[in-house]
DNA sequence: GATCGATGATTTTTT
DNA sequence: ATCATCGATC
């Protein structure tokens, strides 16, 4: 036990140490936040606890895996296995168990934002509303929000105030029995049920709050009421809360967290013992200093300063640009700059405020060969043969899933259409059968479809029944998925459907297909409700592997909890960052600037903030301004320069000098940089040498591409393909160890063959399955 | 029922 | 600029 506290200082001891009772640690960015946390829990299992009386809730699955396998580091694999996961996973750990028991169905379906945004347009659609006045999102944002505050339909109408709020509480009624009779139910619902099972089932309750000795929370600045409901509810035996947090990094309000949890703690739970946690462990000072400075200019915060005894470091390069091309390009350089330093790729973090902007900038690192990996947006569960597949296994657990056979009846064609389809559904909802069951119904089939569409359609049917006798009687997953992709043959179908893709597509597919056997291993016998549980729940920082090798691309929000070496920060610009939906209140302008917070404390040793002039939307330019939050910025802790040639001037401001709105300049040309006000560097002179100075290795970067083609290994693509070759030690997350055997294609189309020392040989697609380079 | 071209929305962040 | 959806046509 003193080994596990010796390497704390001494308020992570106290907190580590605390006795029983609700405690709250305010932990600053960087300060062993994760640390405390697990150390808590080898803290409680050393002191005699038993692995199933603690429960833990962390933001992602990736966090809990992590954690689980620290815990397991310095108290030993047996004693480990506690209850760790996201909200979500664990509201349907719960839920699935006590199905039966209550009525609900017990494969139900996980609906997620795709699968929502189908059945909310068929919703929309049988309500006859008008669709520019009542989008998807905007019902989806609605209902969510009255989930999240623990308000059903009727209680929405009741309380509606004006018309908007009133047919968003008839299209939430309509939504909430399309998705019961669906079996589904949502990510909200996940938690929404949860809190509902443990709060009319009194012996449920005290079944898990009896069980939990302890609860313990991360991230808890961002917990919703409904999940500080679900925390409550559980420990409500014991009364054993430890939650961490940090309010400066609030940064979900918009999806219904609140900080107020957080800041409240203490009045909800009587007796709360209070650590704070501000010595910051991750940054050199430069860094923590802009971000303390950035974040002192929130004035609803509970107010802490984070502290370093690491030295300076380098300042905080800020960088003006011309466009969002240019700004590209410069992150190519420092990519190349950093490498020719000897920092591996790995190390290096690109940071944005929209999905949107990552294109470009992944377009600029394909180009220039720079290894890189995008972490969320296009998920691979999202391809859409991959969906398609998933749909037929989803219909296959759950067959009065409608979304998933709207999705996959006519895929491939079986000229089922749109009026057979909606008759279809109609007929099962008017006998409320589950619609994939209809098959064992010829008599309702005759009555409600014609006679060659209720053939078609009974064929199809018949061929699902088979699969689920098969799902039924324990086929493993993979047998299963092996059985449809047989029986629809769907290669042909991929095949006649869109020829040029048709290979992508297929080794999507195949991916998938690893994806089934790598589950059906892990889980060893795991069933189809499980893997497609797992599949619905995966968050976009689980899909980022911990391998080397690969400049990450991400979103400030999904860069929550992780830190990086170098932290390139793109588009700090105004109506970005603060983002224009943000910047007419002051509270949503606090949460903006609590996400740059957030941005800049992931850095360790080196922070760039780069923006444009001008970028462009929706397919035109439009000039732009840095970031207000820029001006926060201290001037000694930064170097500000613009990275190139000269250019037009942005209208209004400038970090460059307040003479820009002289220089507005006349006709085509807008005027020439302003000089340099006196605290700040000149960047590029007009001489014609401008990138010189800019933080960058004199000597030409050598990429690896250029290294390895010497060895002439590779195909005529190797320009746009150089991060595999064969004889290649590489790392796949699921497969583990292996040597690439065979390269092939290039760009997207790119395709691995591995010989893995324990899987054996299989195809791959590092787009999109995680597989890196041994260095 | 499928196919093609025109049209319009899209870019806030996610479990 | 790109994508999804819609309508007209086969």
């Not at 803290?43 to 992590?66: D, M, V």
């Not at 006859?128 to 009255?146: C, K, V």
């Not at 059903?152 to 004006?162: I, S």
């Not at 979900?252 to 704070?276: C, D, H, K, P, S």
Request: with cysteine; aromatic share 6%; glycine share 6%.
């Amino acid at each position: 036990m003193s080994e596990l506290l010796s390497d704390l200082n001494s308020a992570q001891r106290a907190a580590v140490t605390a006795a029983d009772g609700p405690v709250l640690v305010i932990a600053g960015a960087g300060s062993g936040k994760t640390r405390v946390l697990t150390t808590r829990i080898a803290y409680l299992l050393e002191q005699g606890l038993s692995p199933s009386q603690i429960l833990a809730f962390t933001f992602t699955n990736k966090a809990a895996r992590q954690m689980q396998a620290r815990v397991a580091d310095s108290v030993g694999d047996e004693r480990a296995p506690f209850w760790i996961g996201t909200f979500h996973a664990t509201g349907a750990r719960i839920l699935r168990t006590h199905a039966d028991a209550l009525g609900l169905p017990r494969d139900y379906a996980v609906y997620d934002a795709d699968d929502q945004k189908r059945l909310l347009k068929r919703v929309l659609a049988d309500l006859q509303l008008d669709p520019r006045q009542f989008t998807i999102a905007g019902a989806r944002q609605a209902i969510s929000a009255w989930k999240n505050a623990d308000t059903d339909a009727d209680q929405a109408l009741t309380a509606a105030v004006g018309y908007i709020d009133a047919v968003h509480a008839k299209i939430y009624r309509a939504y909430q029995e399309a998705l019961r009779s669906c079996r589904a139910f949502d990510f909200d619902d996940l938690i929404l049920e949860t809190v509902h099972l443990l709060e009319q089932h009194a012996p449920v309750r005290e079944q898990y709050a009896s069980r939990f000795h302890h609860v313990l929370v991360d991230e808890f600045q961002d917990t919703n009421p409904l999940q500080l409901l679900l925390v409550r509810l559980l420990s409500s035996v014991h009364g054993n809360v430890f939650v961490v947090g940090d309010d400066d990094q609030a940064i979900y309000g918009w999806r219904g967290a609140r900080v107020e949890n957080m800041l409240e703690f203490e009045t909800l739970f009587r007796g709360t013992q209070i650590f704070r946690l501000e010595q910051n462990y991750r940054s050199l000072g430069n860094i923590l200093d802009v971000a303390n400075a950035v974040i002192a200019r929130n004035l609803r915060r509970k107010g802490k300063s984070l502290w370093t005894t690491a030295e300076r470091g380098d300042p905080v390069q800020v960088e003006e640009h011309l466009d969002a091309e240019d700004e590209a390009a410069r992150l190519v350089e420092i990519v190349q700059a950093e490498q020719a330093r000897g920092r591996p790729r790995g190390d290096i973090a690109v940071l944005y405020r929209t999905n949107a902007q990552s294109r470009l900038l992944e377009e600029a690192l394909r180009r220039a060969q720079v290894p890189h990996q995008v972490v969320g947006n296009v998920q691979f569960y999202e391809r859409r043969e991959v969906r398609d597949l998933l749909a037929y296994l989803k219909l296959i657990a759950n067959p009065a899933d409608e979304v998933s056979l709207q999705r996959v009846v006519n895929r491939p064609r079986r000229k089922i259409g749109e009026t057979t389809v909606v008759r279809l559904l109609a007929c099962a909802r008017e006998h409320a059968l589950p619609v994939g069951d209809l098959g064992a119904r010829p008599d309702l089939l005759a009555e409600a479809l014609g006679q060659a569409a209720a053939r078609r359609v009974t064929a199809f049917l018949d061929q699902l029944a088979v699969w689920r006798r098969a799902a039924a009687s324990q086929m493993p997953v993979p047998d299963l998925l092996a059985a449809v992709l047989h029986d629809i043959d769907y290669e042909t179908f991929l095949q006649a459907d869109e020829p040029e893709t048709a290979a992508f597509r297929q080794e999507n597919v195949a991916e998938l297909v690893n994806d089934v056997h790598a589950f059906a291993e892990a889980s060893s016998g795991g069933d189809l409700g499980q893997y497609l549980e797992q599949t619905a729940l995966v968050s976009d920082q689980d899909a980022m592997t911990n391998g080397e090798g690969a400049v990450r691309l991400l979103t400030m929000h999904t860069a929550k909890g992780l830190e990086f070496p170098v932290v390139v920060v793109t588009g700090c610009e105004d109506n970005l960052l603060p983002h224009a939906s943000c910047s007419d209140t002051a509270a949503g302008v606090e949460e903006e600037r609590r996400l740059f917070y957030v941005a800049i404390t992931r850095a360790r040793q080196r922070l760039y903030l780069l923006y444009a002039c001008r970028r462009r939307r929706f397919g035109a330019y439009e000039d732009s301004l840095p970031s207000r939050f820029l001006q926060d910025v201290p001037d000694r802790l930064c170097e500000r320069r613009a990275g190139r040639d000269a250019w037009p001037q942005p209208v209004a401001r400038s970090l460059f000098g307040a003479a820009d709105l002289e220089s507005t300049g006349a006709g085509g040309a807008r005027g020439r940089r302003p000089e340099r006000s006196p605290g700040s560097r000149p960047a590029a002179d007009k001489a014609p040498a401008p990138r010189s100075r800019l933080p960058r290795a004199a000597a030409a970067p050598r990429t690896p591409a250029a290294t390895r083609a010497a060895g002439d290994q590779w195909a005529e693509d190797v320009v746009q393909t150089p991060a595999y070759y064969p004889g290649q030690h590489v790392v796949h997350a699921s497969f583990g160890a292996g040597q690439v055997v065979r390269v092939e294609g290039s760009g997207a189309t790119l395709t691995v063959t591995v010989d893995f020392a324990e899987h054996g040989r299989k195809h791959l697609l590092p787009r999109f399955a995680p597989l890196h380079p041994v260095d």
